[in-house]
């Protein structure tokens, strides 16, 4: 079956960039979505078809997606954007969306 | 405004029946697709399945078919996830999303609906 692999957990001083990944055979011939989801709370779309931000969310989010990894980067990184990051893909073959396993993004 | 209105949270136990509901109002429901997401406490988001409004079309997740039943009610703009027998494992947080394309990113979630199974 499909499977999107993230890095369980990223760490990053506030100011700096942190990056997450989103990884699998080809990933780069779909389009990835991102969503971030702070606790108790429904997830929010941040990163739309692969780099693409939905109105609201701030400039410092940016995505790409080639060969076999996609990317989330949140530039000058501030407390409240500690929460759990989610890739997604549709999977055309066998017709589902496929989720990754989350990033949790500590501040430190 | 778009919304997605989910029902209340429900307590049940092992072996029993249950239907939660997702209500959409301020698109047009027919044209999106309605997904469900299980979040088990602590863990990830799972796809559980979708359903097209306009004809009813639904696809499963593999981990979900013939445990979950996932249908619509266009004329009240209402989805529904139901169980016709539940187990203990299904205690989780229920998400509905909608998107207007299946490759399409879920844009607008419900807040959620807390099912709690006791064995």
């Known amino acids: 079956s499909y499977e999107l692999t993230q890095p369980p957990s990223v760490s990053v001083a506030p100011g700096e960039t942190a990056m997450i990944s989103c990884g699998t055979n080809?990933?780069?011939?779909?389009?990835v979505h991102w969503y971030q989801q702070q606790p108790g709370q429904a997830p929010v779309l941040v990163i739309y078809?692969?780099?693409d931000r939905p109105s609201g969310i701030p400039e410092r989010f940016s995505g790409s997606n080639a060969g076999n990894t996609a990317t989330l980067t949140i530039s000058r990184v501030e407390a409240g954007d500690e929460a759990d990051y989610y890739c997604?893909?549709?999977?055309?073959?066998?017709?589902?969306?496929?989720f990754g396993g989350g990033t949790k993004l500590t501040v430190l | 405004e778009e919304r997605l209105v989910q029902s209340g949270a429900e307590v049940k136990k092992s072996g029993e029946s249950l239907k939660i509901s997702c209500k959409g109002s301020g698109y047009n429901f027919a044209n999106y697709w309605i997904g469900w997401v299980r979040q088990v406490p602590g863990r990830g988001l799972e796809w559980m399945g979708i359903?097209?409004?306009?004809?009813?079309?639904?696809r499963y997740s593999p981990s979900f078919r013939g445990h979950v039943t996932i249908s619509v009610d266009k004329s009240i703009s209402t989805a529904y996830l139901q169980w016709s027998s539940l187990k203990a494992s299904d205690t989780a947080m229920y998400f509905c999303?909608?998107?207007?394309?299946?490759?399409?990113?879920?844009?607008?979630w419900g807040r959620g609906t807390l099912v709690t199974v006791s064995s």
């Open positions: 997604q893909v549709w999977d055309s073959r066998d017709d589902h969306v496929v």
């Open positions: 078809h692969d780099s």
């Open positions: 080809n990933i780069g011939s779909k389009l």
């Open positions: 359903i097209y409004p306009g004809d009813s079309e639904t």
């Open positions: 999303a909608r998107h207007q394309e299946v490759m399409d990113p879920y844009e607008s």
